[in-house]
């Protein structure tokens, strides 16, 4: 059993290696279909838009197979995870919520270790990829456009601030989702239990308590979710701007081709993609290795 998931595991990382090919693949292809515009190429043109239409589907398949095997990673997982905690934590059959615990932990570990992790894996090695690949496919110093001023590896400078705002961010978003949750919960909680403790109990007035403590949680965290929205979506548009901003005077001195600028752009959107699916994901990865650590009894 244990053999099998790690066969299925092995399977779907070579799958995403494959998407990260083709991932690269579309890279080359923003150079080569670009400068085939500046250079009003029918025939490259035309071949470049039937390349494009191969990789994206290759690209799409790729993610469809690692979406197929996952959910058999996720039920040899779950298999193996319940039977850890049942021989580790095993409780008299009587003590029903106890084991339920365990088993509820042993599905989270499952759902999160058999999608999360290769993906994790996989985000971390093309965000380590296409930072190499912005250092070297730039210049190594640029005149940044309205200064006079030369900046070393801009590109590079600009990637590590945009991944430590990123993680700024997420610090700053998570602990009020789970707070806005938490006390949501606890309302709904009450709500409910006011109802199951006698069924003659007129629901209009635990009904409206519950609605107004909704009410004021979402007056409490509008303003701050709207800021930190807000800055998400800034940071995704300052993304697709940064490149061109940086890259325009050498591009605009003929010391860069358009297709090759575009290619710069491309990466760097890829790079910010990927730092940004690990910084927001990293805590759902950890919640599935702390419900694995509970199943093995380790603190």
Known sequence: MKRKAVFFFAISLMVLAISLYFDFELLDWYNNFYQAIIKKDLEIFGKQIVYFLIIGVSISICQSGFSFISEYIDLELKIIFTKISLNNHFIFPTQRNANQKFIDDASLAAEKLSSLLPMCIFYSIKAIATFVAIIIWCPSKVVLIFSEYSFPYPMAFASIIFLLVQIYVSKSYYPLIRRVDRIKRNAENTFRLKILADNRIDLKSPLMRYLYVVSLIRRFTA???????????????????????????????????????????????????SVSYLVFNFRELSKGVAAYKRILGVS
């Open 223 to 273: 303003a701050r979710s709207f800021l930190l929205s807000t800055t998400l979506g800034l940071l995704n548009s300052l993304s697709y701007v940064i490149p061109f901003y940086v890259l325009f005077s050498i591009f605009y001195y003929d010391e860069l081709s358009f297709g090759m600028l575009m290619k710069i752009s491309a990466t760097f959107g890829l790079f910010q993609a």
